[in-house]
């Protein structure tokens, strides 16, 4: 068992600006943002309760790519053993790590340290990943990225289990009689799986304790959560598992400027009302985003959903 947060209650958590910069998401002011900006974000987060807050994973960017997806992407590991210094209670999840890119062993070193550095509050979010010419760079298999994941995922269970001298036998990984300290803090690290294909959806409800879907609109979210209970049934596993989405973009308060037609905006009222929609239809924890045109926007947008939002997500 490895749930993370209290059943029966929505949490909501966010994805940090500046360490990846896509033209999906990004405000414009992130461009020349610093290293200062992402710590008081993240330290705004962390004071109004947010749940988790999560770092994503490239390590190049093909130049067919870059214009959508810009270069700006922050090692994910190097990003969160940074937060775990800063922070003091929030989780800190990989969203989502592409693990195919590295050896079990090595993905297993780099997030045991980020556990005990933190004081056990890593969430591991992991993906099989999309751009191909990443992989062919690292000399990682793209065809097979699926199954390679599957088979990390396996391995990483083993490396990142109570054992010091941890044992794994599969297709593609094998090791034992090699000792990694220190161990995690927790005695299961809890593994969400991202992606919302028939793939990935299989691979979240047999081997994760948790599913972050990729874009699902709120009408697609019950099918799919139905189908990873169903698969889980099937599969024999009765261990808890916790379901997410990532909402329409927020702004607390009437905005005074165009934030977007596809925004959600108003009093804390209305903004909880259209949120508690989620949790009707499963959705154990929501990551959000705010719009803002500034750091010190963001930080007032989530110091009011924190105050004023969060206490009515639940009522």
Known sequence: MARVFAEGRLVYGMQL????QSTIYAEPWEASATALDLAEVARAADRAGFGYLATCDH??????????????????????????????RVRLLSHVAILGLRHPLLSAKQYATVDHLSGGRLILGVGAGHVQEEFEVLGADFAGRG???????????????????????G???AFKDLGQLPRPVQSRIPVWVGGSSPAAVRRAAVRGDGWLPQGDPRDRLPAQIARIRELRAEAGIADPVEFGAITEALYVGEPGWDTGRRTLTGKAEVLAASLREYRALGVDQIQVRFRSRDRAELTDQITAFGADVGPLLND
Do not use: K
Request: net charge negative; charged share 25%.
């Open 171 to 173: 297709e593609r990984f």
């Open 17 to 20: 600006p500046v360490q990846s």
């Open 59 to 88: 390590v190049a960017i093909p130049r067919r790519l870059a214009g959508a997806m810009s270069t700006v992407w922050y090692d994910p590991v190097a990003t969160l053993a940074f937060l775990a210094g800063i922070t003091e």
């Open 147 to 169: 199954a390679v994941l599957d088979e990390t995922l396996d391995a990483l269970r083993a490396a990142l289990g109570p054992e010091e001298y941890p044992e794994f036998e």
